[in-house]
Each structure stands twice: as structure tokens, then as C-alpha cells.
């Protein structure tokens, strides 16, 4: 690791103009290239404190030996000469995009006597013409079958042309009239360019010129009595519809655009791009990539119309480029989009219409990559087993850590304080064993205080368990509660896991019916925050006596993992598989965390005074709203009225009246839209007759068994 210091230029070195610079490391390869509008300010973030500078680049600056620079005139330039040199050198700790497939494009050789029409893929050739990309080969051809009734140009491969202009014969396309046939001269070779320039056009949008054309013949063939020429240049305006129609209408105005949305975690990114000619979605691709530096949304996107433009000159860079954020500075990107088409280019976030709409929709595409994605590699057990080595390393464990237990804490303002826990197995997650804690020991906002008590609680029962039994033991008695008898759930709502779900989390039953609780220890224990969260959690484990579990912590701000009594984090790689688990396990721990503590809140906004009813079930409150339609007509009736709901007796109706009449009366409603305070009636606040929560918005979420 070399000191930055070692290699830092002498003040007065560092010229005050726009340039280019180059980190390389003791072997003289470079590894980062970065642009500045000044490289004196530039460069001199880098060369400060060490722990000022963002784990990444002080990652990049240890590993570098030298600093090296150009200078050039403009902004611009220094955007052309660092997209030069990241493809040059391919530098470790630039951000790279890989595309998630080599995308084909519908390629037209107008570089050759007798153009040809084919699909390509990998680098664009000078001289020929590019449409697309698509996402599948066959989609080409299909399109390019459709058009071949009405522009019968060259398809063929360089040798099966020339056999047939060898042997005077033709291919089958030639026959049944999809090839014009010049390698037979049945059309001059001019002739048959111009047709090629006609299929380039209706490929490019220009499409109604040739539809009216083909009508117009149509309509003179019919007049005519050529009805065989009629109906042949019918079937091909049929064909050159259905080719349009492949590509649906997005943009009513007939806009040429690319629109570019970004989905970012801490790790990783993906980008979604779609191009759109004519109004019409041509193609779409995609790029995941490791965020190896410390990069914003809008650099993100800079980064993309590098790639992207990067080797595009005229028309293949549209008029109008649409993303989700915008580089700093805007102007020299602009400027060097401009350059590249020949005529201004206009880059901007969308804000309203048809053009917002189908950014959305873009975005919704790049969110699906990035998932699929880490779907994909969370579930390669060669990948999960290098991760857990990682860990294992970076904590300087014994062995993997097979089972990991995260645990995160969940509060709004202070109310409705929960806490979660979360297993992974093997790399995996193991939702069954997932649980949920309210925070009851104290009253108020304290994460620290908060973490040891839900510590404390869960490795309490498991050293319970393990002296009643002896050994790992697998349930609980039908009567018992689910942790210290603190649990909002009586124990037949735990065996059945308390609340209906979407079936994602729920309790598993043994052979016996009873439910699975905290029957295995976990190797790591791994919080949410940094080393106030890690101390108390090890303070927890020490007064249990419990010294065999490992305890870490991973903060979010920085993704620095920390120990228990070490003063600086342990920093891993951004590329390492560890660092990306345990990301997932946290992250995790905090959607569930998350989601109990909204629907906790949901519950408590649709509390009701039958609530507090000794005796009175949730059957019994809905046919009293049933039948009285709100709490405030229930409110003021009479006990006899309140008899007659079917299943409340004389006492039962005593005691709800007096319990209404003890009650504050609920606020009035106000419609949010328009103000207005709506005061005819109370809202239902039981849920109704079916049962379903009133406020609107609240996802009920409520999953797992709640400790």
C-alpha cells in the first residue's frame, strides 16, 4: 500500500486548465482516468487526509505510485480524451459498463456496389447503415422478411453471390421475387442502391411516402383492370403495416430520442436505454456494472452516453437525449453530443407527458435488470461460497459463517420502536426462521439501548432452550408465549403466525403442529449501523456468556464494516462478494424492520373505541358498524338499539355504551383533496365488514412471528 504523499506533485506542478489525469500504480498500469475542468483543484482532492477521502478512492490512491496529466483546450476535449483512454487502458477503478448481451442490430452495407441487408453485431464498420438494436436475432429477420416484398434488396452472403453470378442462376429469394437478383443483373447496380436507400428510409420512420405511393399504384392498377398488379401492391402495403405495427406508436410526434434511466444500489448499477425513431420504440439495451468508484446518478449517466456515443457520428446520435439525471457540468456533454451528430442535441429530464410517462417505464426496466441480476448472482453457489470465504477472512473467523443472523431497529420519530431479524443459510435466505420484535423495555428513540434488548431477548430464550433440553431444541409448548411473555401474540396466533400474509413469511410447523423459534445459533450476528450498534450488541452476548458468535456491523453511509472494539473499520473490496452479501443481509433487515413498523403504525391509526370492550371480538365490532353504519351513530344510541345487533346481550350492551360514553370522540374527517371537514359521520375504523384496513396507502406488510 503506498502513501499518496510519496507520490504528490509539488505545489505550482499542477497547471489551473482543463485536462485529463492518469493514476497508475507501481507496475505503470494505469488504473483510474478522470477529466477536470481544473486539474490543480481536481487533483488536489485527492492528495488530503486519508480519512477524509471516500473508502473507494482511498482505496485508488494507495494503490496508485504515480500521477500523471494532459492538458487541453476545452471541456470537451477533456470528455473525448478520458473516453479514449477508459477504452485504451480499461482501467480497475473506473466505472465500466458491460452490456448484458451482445445486442444485434439490422445492418445495411452501403459501403458495396450492391448493398446487402443482414444482421450485425459487435463494432460498427464505416460505410453502412445501422438499425436498431433488437433484442433477438429472429425479430430481425422477421422484420426484414416483411419488407422484402416491397424492397427486394441483396441478402445474400459474398459467396453465395458470386456462385450465382458464376453459374447465371440465381437464389430461391430470386425466384419468388424477395431479391431483386443483381448478381444476375436483372437491375443495375445503381438501381439497385437506390433501392437499398428506400429500405434505409423506412427503416429510419420515413414511412408514409412509400405507403402512399404503394396506394396510389394500387388505386391506378384497379382503374386499370390489372387486378393481379392491384392485389400484389395491396399484400404489400399489408406486409409494410405489419412491419410497422411490430414496433408500437410511444411518442404521438414522431420523436427521435433515447431515453436512459439508471437503478443504483450502493454496489452496483444498471442502465436501461430505449431508442425511439418516429415515435416508435426501435430497439433496447441494457448495461450492469460494479460502482468501483464513488459516483453520482448524473456521472452515471455521463458515463452511459460515453458508451454509447462514445463511436457514433450523424444520425445514429438522435436529436433528443432523455435521462434521469443530468451530468456536472451539463454544457461540455451537450456540447460533445452536438459535435458528434453534426446539429444540436438537446439533453434533458423529462418532467411531463407522454415523454415522463415512458421514462418510467424505462425505469421500471433498469430496476428489473439490476434484480435479475443480483437474483442471478446471489444464486450461484460458487459465488456464495467465495463470499462467506470473504467474510470468514475479513472478520478473521474460524470457519464460513453458514448461519447469519442480521438484525435491524425501525421507528418513526421515536413511536412504534421495532426491531427485526433476518436469517441467511448457506448464502441463502431462510425466511421461516425470519422475526419480528417490539421494542418494550423503555420508552423513546435510543437505537443502541434498543439493539441490546432485542440481542439480549432472542439469545436469552435460545440459552433457555439449550439448558431445558440439553441440545438444540426444535418447539414450545402449545401455552407458551414466543420470547419472556412479552409478545403481543397469544401462542395459538404464533402457531399460525399471527397475521395473514402474502405467504412470504409465515411460521413453519413441526410434525406436531408446534411452530420453529430460535432453535440454532448463528456463526455471525450482523447489525445495522456502525460501532455504537456493534458495542451493545457484543455487550449483550458477553452478559449472557455467550463468547462463540461473531458480531459485526456494516453502515450504510460508507459500507464500512465494523468490529467489536477496533477503532477503524474493516474495509472490503467494492468488488467483493462479501461486501455484496453481507449488503443484501442488511439491507434485508431493513426492509422487514420496515414493513412491521408501518403496518404497527397503520394498526394504531385505525384504532377504535370498541377496542377497549372487555369481552367484545372483532366478529362482534363489525356487526355493531354493520348495523349501526359508524361509531358515532353507535355512540348515541340506546342500549335497547344496541341489543338488538345479533349476539349482544343486556351486559355486553351496558358495557359498550359506557365505554363509548368514557371515550374521546374521534377528530372529524377532512378530505385531503379539498379541505373540507367532513362531519356527518365517523369513518370506520374497524376495518368494516371485511375486514380490510380503511387507510389507504398502508401496505399491510405484517409478516413473520412477532416477538
Not at 244 to 251: G, H, P, R, S, Y
Not at 290 to 306: N, P, S
Amino acid at each position: 500500500m503506498a502513501d499518496p504523499s510519496s507520490y504528490r506533485p509539488r505545489p505550482g506542478e499542477i497547471p489551473d486548465s482543463p485536462g485529463v489525469y492518469r493514476f497508475r500504480d507501481e507496475h505503470r498500469r494505469v488504473i483510474y482516468v478522470g477529466k477536470a475542468k481544473s486539474l490543480r483543484q481536481r487533483l488536489a482532492n485527492y492528495f488530503q487526509d486519508l480519512a477524509n477521502l471516500h473508502p473507494r478512492t482511498r482505496t485508488m490512491v494507495t494503490t496508485a505510485a504515480s500521477v500523471e496529466w494532459t492538458v487541453v483546450s476545452t471541456e470537451v476535449e477533456a470528455l473525448q480524451l478520458e473516453y479514449s483512454w477508459i477504452k485504451e487502458y480499461d482501467p480497475r477503478f473506473n466505472v465500466k459498463y458491460r452490456d448484458d448481451k451482445s445486442y444485434p442490430y439490422l445492418a445495411v452495407t452501403m459501403n458495396e456496389e450492391f448493398p446487402r441487408v443482414q444482421v450485425m453485431r459487435g463494432h460498427k464498420k464505416k460505410g453502412v447503415r445501422y438499425f436498431g438494436p433488437y433484442a433477438h436475432a429472429w425479430a430481425i429477420r422477421d422484420t426484414v422478411d416483411l419488407l422484402l416484398r416491397v424492397f427486394p434488396v441483396r441478402t445474400c452472403s459474398a459467396g453465395v453471390f458470386k456462385n450465382a453470378a458464376r453459374t447465371g442462376r440465381p437464389c430461391l429469394l430470386g425466384y419468388i421475387g424477395k431479391c431483386s437478383a443483381p448478381c444476375v443483373g436483372r437491375i443495375a447496380p445503381e438501381d439497385h442502391w437506390e433501392l437499398a436507400d428506400e429500405f434505409c428510409d423506412f427503416m429510419a420512420g420515413r414511412t408514409g411516402t412509400y405507403l402512399r405511393r404503394l396506394e396510389k399504384q394500387m388505386m391506378e392498377a384497379a382503374e386499370e383492370m390489372e387486378y393481379e398488379r392491384a392485389a400484389r401492391l395491396r399484400d404489400d402495403i399489408e406486409a409494410l403495416k405489419r412491419a410497422m405495427e411490430k414496433n408500437a406508436v410511444v411518442l404521438a410526434d414522431a420523436t427521435d430520442a433515447d431515453l436512459i434511466a439508471v437503478a443504483e444500489d450502493e454496489l452496483e448499477a444498471a442502465v436501461q436505454i430505449f431508442h425511439v425513431r418516429g415515435g416508435r420504440v426501435r430497439g433496447q439495451r441494457g448495461w450492469v456494472t460494479d460502482k468501483v468508484e464513488e459516483v453520482t446518478t448524473g456521472a452515471l449517466v455521463e458515463h452511459a452516453l460515453q458508451q454509447l456515443y462514445g463511436e457514433e457520428t450523424g444520425d445514429a446520435v438522435p436529436k433528443e437525449v432523455l435521462v434521469p439525471a443530468l451530468p456536472e457540468p451539463v454544457e461540455p456533454v451537450q456540447e460533445w453530443l452536438t459535435g458528434r451528430r453534426g446539429a444540436n442535441v438537446s439533453l434533458r429530464i423529462p418532467q411531463r407527458g407522454d415523454k415522463k410517462a415512458l421514462m418510467e417505464t424505462v425505469q421500471r426496466n433498469a430496476q428489473h435488470a439490476l434484480a435479475l441480476h443480483k437474483t442471478k448472482r446471489a444464486s450461484d453457489l460458487t459465488t456464495r461460497s467465495r463470499a462467506l470465504e470473504e467474510i470468514a477472512e475479513a472478520l478473521d473467523l474460524d470457519s464460513a459463517p453458514l448461519r447469519i443472523e442480521c438484525y435491524d431497529i425501525s421507528h418513526l420519530q421515536g413511536d412504534d420502536v421495532v426491531a427485526s431479524m433476518v436469517v441467511f443459510e448457506d448464502g441463502l435466505q431462510r425466511k421461516s426462521e425470519y422475526r419480528r420484535f417490539q421494542i418494550k423495555g423503555f420508552a423513546g428513540q435510543d437505537d443502541v439501548r434498543s439493539m441490546h434488548e432485542v440481542i439480549t431477548r432472542r439469545f436469552r430464550r435460545y440459552l433457555a432452550e439449550k439448558e431445558k433440553t440439553g441440545e438444540w431444541a426444535d418447539g414450545v409448548g402449545a401455552g407458551d408465549a414466543l420470547i419472556d411473555g412479552d409478545s403481543t401474540l397469544t401462542a395459538p396466533d404464533a402457531m399460525t403466525g399471527g397475521l395473514k400474509d402474502d405467504g412470504i413469511i409465515g411460521a413453519l410447523k413441526e410434525e406436531d403442529g408446534r411452530p420453529k423459534k430460535f432453535a440454532y445459533p448463528p456463526q455471525l450476528v450482523v447489525v445495522d449501523g456502525g460501532r455504537p450498534q456493534v458495542a451493545a450488541a457484543r455487550r449483550a452476548l458477553d452478559e449472557l456468556g455467550i463468547d462463540d458468535i461473531a458480531v459485526c456491523g456494516l453502515a450504510k453511509r460508507l459500507e464500512e464494516v465494523w468490529v467489536p472494539g477496533e477503532d477503524d473499520p474493516v474495509v472490503l473490496p467494492r468488488t467483493s462478494e462479501g461486501l455484496y452479501l453481507l449488503q443484501r443481509v442488511r439491507d434485508e433487515a431493513h426492509r422487514f424492520a420496515i414493513t412491521y413498523q408501518r403496518a404497527k403504525r397503520a394498526k394504531r391509526f385505525r384504532s377504535s373505541p370498541l377496542d377497549d370492550v372487555p369481552g367484545l371480538g372483532e366478529t362482534r365490532k363489525q356487526a355493531l358498524i354493520k348495523h349501526f353504519g359508524s361509531v358515532k351513530k353507535l355512540r348515541s344510541a340506546t342500549i335497547e338499539q344496541i341489543q338488538e345487533v345479533p349476539g349482544i346481550g343486556r351486559k355486553t350492551a351496558e358495557t359498550i355504551a359506557a365505554a363509548l360514553a368514557l371515550a374521546t370522540p374521534a377528530a372529524p374527517a377532512v378530505n385531503t383533496a379539498t379541505g373540507e371537514i367532513i362531519e356527518d359521520e365517523e369513518p370506520d375504523t374497524t376495518g368494516g365488514s371485511s375486514g380490510e384496513p380503511v387507510t389507504a396507502g398502508v401496505p399491510d406488510e405484517r409478516r413473520g412471528q412477532e416477538t
